[in-house]
């Protein structure tokens, strides 16, 4: 276990609501090697974007542990969660999430510019460039199509060199041909960069593009399949749910 | 990271997120700072006039003329001195004749600076001279040689003296606060005063005994004065006429100051103070609407920034790291725009000066730290007050919104952030007021306006609202976006009605208040008075009147003198300053008959030959040193003083342009102060006379000052042009700042849509979609616009309306009158402004395709 780089242990997530109290996740607890990729499916409203920004050091459970690398980002407050997602993580969103008055090369220089990265600009050239969009340095948001905004925001989140990427249904804003150029993107830059890679998304192909896949249902963590060890239950693991066609997950 | 968020900063910038922003900031700070600088340059300039003043460095000024006991003093303790007499005369040469501010210097004249003479009207060769004019010389202001087609070296003629031209004077030390005197100035020596026979008893001239010498003689001279006054009040109490120690008829005292230049300073400081703080009182207008433009285009970048904070925190930047890089970005927009703000304001300011340069004939300094301090404040308490609340909660999104970008964010609350706006309008306007009670009633009354504006503004919307529901698709389209929107188009009415309304009140004042008040002048209406008749004259001068058939009211005596006592104890500078008209010398007269104009409202009328000396008092200076029937005053006239009863109070229309007094004695009463006589003429139309050439002259005044070299004619529609003329420059003034003040109310406009930018891009888009044309999109749009536009100008027109009625019927006394002229532009201003404006900021909304539109809002 010493390459662990994720470790998710009794994680519950309970939010107040105007009769009683929801508990969006429930007991979940599972952990991940470097370099891995895992896939979070499972119906909508399941509470697999909520595990992701638990994941991500974005949010905090209402009880159980998590620890990215060597942090135990539960025990932390935002300030220091903040500094181990400047250290350790890189996000891709469904929506891209570029900023709409900064060209292509400025969005993608822009974490590492916040960070200090003295090579920052050089850097984003060099990863606009991998993902196929070296004559569009200088092209705003508006001005490319989805594809295009998601290869940039994929050159984004590797150019910071993140340990630990997580993407929110990175192909969820796309049509099928391009989603497959966003996922075969995403899965070379993740081999080449030997980042551990972790994603929600509906899309069956992609979740079987990855080594793991854990399928949420009504909060709990119903399946997994591959070698994602689930705590407390620690042989692989599959379920009759598992089985189900792509379009139900 | 100040790097990096300078780049944010300027990328913001680039992506037109900051342009309404730093725009209404920019607008502020101009405002203030070119009010502030204007006001600041010409305090300086007349400040610096006044230490120059004296033309030397104590002077005794007196409205009689100075006792012998003061130059023995100055004598005494070795001082140099001079002596000068100030009064208006008429100064004629051939035919033409003008009502010169005369001055009389002696040789010794001036004990400090230099006159700077010229000899030539266009010759720059100005020389500086440290005398004044030998006897039989003129030195005059070269604006005479044209008044009066004279050249250097020809006769001018004052009263009975004949001089000759030999100078033409550029600057003199002691001009005095040169606020343009209306006679050009003609400058002669002391010695040949008596020749002129201008001045006698009762005469209206103003003297001064100038003084220079050693520091400590100065003080001793001035030492030896309050000693002086002090005696005086000590003996007054007594309550006799005697000579005190200082060897003075005491009496004279009231007649008399020491004037300083500090003192000068001091008085003008304060008149200074309060007109600086009016000028900026109406930038704060200014600063309110550009607060408010801020406020609003702030909390749409607030809204812009959201996804960049929330993916920095994600990336890993910290609520303190993003407190610092917000403090960073706002510290530059607050630096550069309120740089840019003075830079503009400077510019600004010379507009303002070239507007009011005739009424400010000064050289003016550079201005002080005090304006750019004030435009410094402005520009960042702004930035304090109206754009950080709106941004203040930024640092706090939680990262988790790049996830869940329905996530609430912790805005400051609308009330916290109104009450952190109107707290900055306070500081502002209290440091611009240098008052803060001042501060709270201004800020008190512009609210109530606002609030006024908004109520008026509901009921015009409701009415559109009504209105639109039976018309057709963009009417009604158009008309419901304005009540749908109706906070927003509220605050757009009010910023623009309301400084609309000044605007068109200030236009309304210099277009239309002086022509109605000559329009509506009895057409026997004086155009002429004649002052300064000598006693022997009266008769030869009715003699020629009546050869021109010209016809005059009554002739009155008249004298100058002040109010020293009543019932016999002394009135303190404080109570006099109570009463504008009594607290200097007045002019007194004696009369068996009531004049025209005046009624009595409290006492009686003098029927017999009373026992003593009677008088009558007008009303309202009567209630203001509160004085009552009955009470026993004591005048000081010509350093003579006299006791006489109060026995009636009278009511005076000032509007009837007659020779009207405050104070009215029982004839005889003024006898031995041999009075002149004044009168007024009716000789042609008053109001005929305004456009006709400044060379034009009434027949009969040049055969008077032929005549009577002594008397003044002093012509009607000369000071109905000359208060006209400062009335132009004024309300100029005030226009341009208001136009600036109504750019701010542009930028809440803007602001005002830009808040709901994103809103209509998307309805449009929608309605564009089901297939609605751009004509639609266009027409509701511009009936939006121009409906808002009528309703401002509606209400604008309204307000304006209304302060006009009360400035004809309250300070002016005249009979009411619509001025439609006004409506007309009032209404046409709001609609093509903002129609025009709202169109050009819309512009988008209605040329970006409608996918582009729905994508971009995704």
Redesign the interface.
Known sequence: MNDTVLRVNAVNKVVPSADDDLAILQDISFSLQQSQSLAIVGPSGAGKSTLLGLLAGLDVPTSGDIWLGQHKITAMNEEGRARVRAELVGFVFQTFQLLGSLTALENVALPMELNGQPDAQARARDYLQKVGLGQRFKHYPKQLSGGEQQRVAVARAFACAPKLLFADEPTGNLDQATGEKISDLLFELNQQADTTLILVTHEQRLADRCERVITIDGGRLVSSVGNASVVGDEKEHQDNNSQQPAAMI | ?TL?DL?LLY??W????LNLVVSALVLAVMVVSAVSLFADRVERGIVQQISQFLAADLAVGGVIAIEPAFKDQADALSLNTARTANFRSMVFAGEKSHLASVKAVSSAYPLRGLIEVANSVSANNVQALSTGPQQGEAWVEPRLLNLLNLELGDQLSVGYLDLTITHLIVNEPDRGTAFGAAGARVMFNYQDLPTTQLIRPGSRASYRLLLSGSETSIAQYQEWYRQYEKNEVRDGEAGGESRSDTGLQSTAAPHYQLLTPQGAQEQMGETFTRGRAFLLLSGTIGVLLAGLAMALASHRYAG?LT??IA??????????AVRKSQAIRLFAIALFSTLLGMLLGWLVHYLLLELAKELLNIELPAPSWRPWGVAALTGFVCVIGFALPALWHLPTI???K????DLPSSLVGHGKRLSIGILALLILTAWYSESIVTAVLFLAALFALFAICGIVALQFLRLAKGLGAWQGSYLRLGLANLWRRRQHTLIQLVGFASTLMLLLTVVGMRTSLISEWEAQLPSDTPSHFLFNVANSEVEQVKGLLQEEDLKTTQWYPMVRGRLVAINGVDITPERLARSGGLSREVNFTQTDELPPSNTITQGQWWQQSPDGFEFSMEEEVASEIGVNIGDEITFSIGGLTMTAKLTSLRSVNWQSMNPNFYVIFYPGALDKYQPNWVTAVKAGGLANNQDQSLMYQAPFVGKMVQQFPTAIVLELTDVVARIRDVITQVTQGLELILVLVLACGVMVLFASIGVSFDERLRENAILRTLGSSKKVIIGALTVEYASLGAISGLIASIGAEIVLYFVQTRVFDLSAQWHPMLWLVGLLLGVVLITALGLLRSREIITVPPL?SLR?L?
């Open positions: 990271m990096v780049k990328r913001d680039r992506g037109g997120q812009r996804d960049q993916l920095m925190k994600a990336w890993g930047q910290g609520a303190s939680a990262p988790l790049v996830l869940r970008r582009e971009r995704a």
